[in-house]
Every structure is written in C-alpha cells, then in structure tokens.
C-alpha cells in the first residue's frame, strides 16, 4: 500500500476535490454531514477550537496494488486503525472518500488536526515518517501485499563517508546529536524520494517538501549560480550530500527528475536561497547559545567539583556536581535559564551520544533535571520558588 499525506487550511477546497471525483462515494467517518458543503461546515467547529494551527487540514490517500481489493466496511476500518496510529483520537472529526478513477483502489482521508473535546492538535512530528510506519503495520493486519518504498533501495553514499570522513553539516557546529541527526535524515530521505515520484518542478517540489514541514534552501554565487542545496526540518538542516548523492541540487535533477527553469522556478529559487541564509543564521545563533550554556556549565561545575572535593573527598558522584551545578544557576540566571545550563551536563550528553532514541534521550534528562531539582529543593515545586531558593554554600 502507498499512503501520502499533506496538511493545509482550507476543509472546503479539498472535500470537493474528493467528492467530484469520478464513483467517489463517503465510506466511512465520525461525522453527520453526507456531502462536501455539510463537512465542511461541521469541521469549522473544531478549526474555531484552536486558532494557533495554521493548517488544521490533514488528508491522507491510501492505495492499493492493481490486483488487490478491499470492501467499503474494511477501508473504513483500516482508514480508523491508520489516523489512531497517526495520533488522531476519538475526539478527531474525519471522513473518508472511495475513489476508483485509477486502476489502484484508493480511498482519501480527510480529518481536523484540532480536537473537538479540548481543542489539542494531534502531533505532526515526523509525521511522514510514521505514515510509513502505519502503512506497514496496517499491510500486516489486513493481509495485504507490502509495497517496498523507493527509498528502501540502497542510496549512494557520498565520497566522503566512503572514505571514512564525516562531511561538515549545518548542525554539526551545534552539536545536535547523532539520534536527532539520524532520524532527521531518514525521515528526509523518505520525504523526498516520495515527493519526486513524478517528476515535478523545482516549484511544485518546494512545495511539497514545506506541506511536510520541510524547508529547502540553495546556496548561491555572486553570479547567480547555484552551488548546492540544504533541507531543514525541526531546526536541524542538513546539506544534500550528508543524504546522499541523489538528494544533491545535481542529484535532485539528474536523479530524481526535478525539472528546473529559470522563468517559472523564480519564485521558488528565491525563496530557497532566502531560506538558506536563515538556516546559516539560525545555526550560528543555536551554535552560539550552546556555547554559552556549555562555557556557563563548566564555570559552574569547577566551583562546585571544588566544594564536593573539600566535603566528600574523591567519592562524590557526577549527580552531586550537578546538585551545584543547579544552585549556582538558579541564583545568578533564574529557573529556565538553569535548566538549559543542566542539559550540556556531562550525564545528558552521555546519553545523547549513546542512546538512538530521541524521545528516550528527552526522557531520561528531563528525570534528571528533576531530580537535581528535587534534591536542591527538597521538594518539587513550581519554577517561582526556584528563582527565590538559596541553597548551601558551595
């Protein structure tokens, strides 16, 4: 099964879209509206809940191989067992639309990102990723014929890797580590083999790419010409290259069959290289601030290896150092600032280092920032007593 998703503003423009299809028919969902004006209007409801999502729509099509089949009561089934995966729960309005215009059987998942019981918005983290992931979980559970991605083909590595050297990223100077840059190129790699299937424009690419969350920047000379391409995503860009050969501005081309010109792409190749810029200046600035946090960490954890040498001699432990890592912090820079102090501790950059799951890697430091707290406090208790806390003198 192939899936593709997008998120956009307007429930209206796409229900009829899926609607005036030829043989489309509603074949499942939670709603009470039977045509494309009634959706629309229910799905307002829940859009009004939360007026911070800027693209309340998501939809979702799903297709078959030519020679499989489903019936209308197991699409339905399967289009709620895939939003469940994709984070959307019963308080999540969707329809979903048959469509048989092609020779694959597919169906199109419309639903609202915004709760109608409390207004939240289901998680669009890595959501192409994990689109994925429920495709191949859902082929299993309905006995269907699993359709390798493009991108599970092996991918060129570039020179440089072959070689044994690791080329410079956008993020290396910030020191994202290696799970979020791992992740980050997986999930760009899938996004961008799926978006080229057709061989789009340059323009039409972008789009795409930003539909996912994506940013596309291009480095350009004084002349004009472009010399290379860069994805960000979540704040962490990576350069073509560092994807591979087939991700490159030649690569894209030559490759994937993006069709670049000049006259129509305008738009498009400025904007990209006004990203690009952002991106070096949004890497300068991160790389800059961890500088800041890390130098601050160490002023802090020199004092205070000082004072836990004096009482405790040579056995005191990393957690102690940190315990006045946290009281020096919390005096002079106040209760958040503390904390993005805490996180270049030598124990969260061990996990970073060690642990490929980004969310466990989240986990475990935030357990450990409040347990330094804890053990400073007393007590857990809100960030306005931390700002007045004393604490022993280290």
């Not at 067992?81 to 694959?104: I, N, P």
């Not at 192409?128 to 495709?135: D, F, G």
């Not at 030649?250 to 690009?276: C, F, M, P, S, Y």
């Not at 810029?277 to 601030?289: F, I, R, V, Y």
């Amino acid at each position: 099964m192939i899936g593709k998703i997008s998120k956009g503003k307007n429930f209206s423009g796409v229900l009829k879209y899926v609607e005036q299809k030829h043989e489309a028919r509603l074949i499942g969902g939670n709603m009470l509206g039977r045509n494309a004006r009634q959706l629309a209007a229910q799905f307002r409801v829940s859009e009004a809940l939360n007026d911070r999502v800027e693209r309340p729509v998501f939809h979702a099509s799903l297709s078959l191989p030519s020679r499989e089949k489903l019936t209308d009561n197991q699409w339905s089934d399967l289009a709620q067992r895939y939003l469940e995966k994709m984070d959307f729960d019963e308080g999540h309005q969707w329809v979903a639309y048959r469509h048989s215009d092609t020779e694959h059987e597919h169906i199109h998942i419309i639903a609202s990102r915004i709760s109608v019981v409390d207004g939240h918005a289901a998680t669009q983290e890595y959501d192409y990723y994990r689109s994925q992931e429920a495709i191949r979980e859902l082929e299993k559970e309905f006995d269907l014929q699993p359709v390798p991605c493009s991108w599970q083909q092996p991918q060129k590595m570039p020179q440089s890797e072959v070689k044994g050297r690791r080329p410079k990223l956008e993020t290396d100077r910030g020191k994202e580590s290696k799970a979020t840059i791992d992740r980050t190129k997986q999930f760009l790699q899938s996004a961008i083999a799926f978006e080229t299937r057709d061989r789009p424009s340059f323009s039409k690419f972008v789009s795409r790419l930003y539909d996912q969350g994506i940013r596309v920047g291009v480095k350009r000379t004084r002349t004009g010409k472009i010399q290379g391409i860069s994805y960000e995503m979540d704040g962490v860009a990576l350069r073509g290259s560092r994807l591979g050969s087939a991700y490159t501005w030649n690569g894209i081309q030559n490759k994937l069959g993006v069709t670049v010109e000049g006259n129509r792409d305008r738009a498009a190749l400025n904007q990209a290289a006004v990203q690009h810029s952002e991106m070096q200046t949004g890497a300068t600035e991160k790389h800059l601030m961890r500088r800041k946090y890390r130098s601050q960490y160490r002023e802090y954890s020199a004092k205070a290896t000082e004072a836990a040498e004096k009482v405790f001699g040579e056995n005191y432990t990393r957690k102690q150092i940190d315990y006045g890592v946290a009281i020096q912090a919390t005096k002079q820079m106040g209760f958040t600032e503390a904390e993005k102090v805490l996180l270049m501790s030598d124990q969260v950059r061990e996990w970073q280092e060690s642990e490929k799951d980004l969310e466990r890697v989240i986990e475990l430091a935030s357990d450990y920032i409040d347990q330094v707290k804890e053990d400073v406090v007393g007590k857990t208790e809100e960030s306005s007593s931390w700002r007045e806390i004393e604490g022993p003198e280290l």
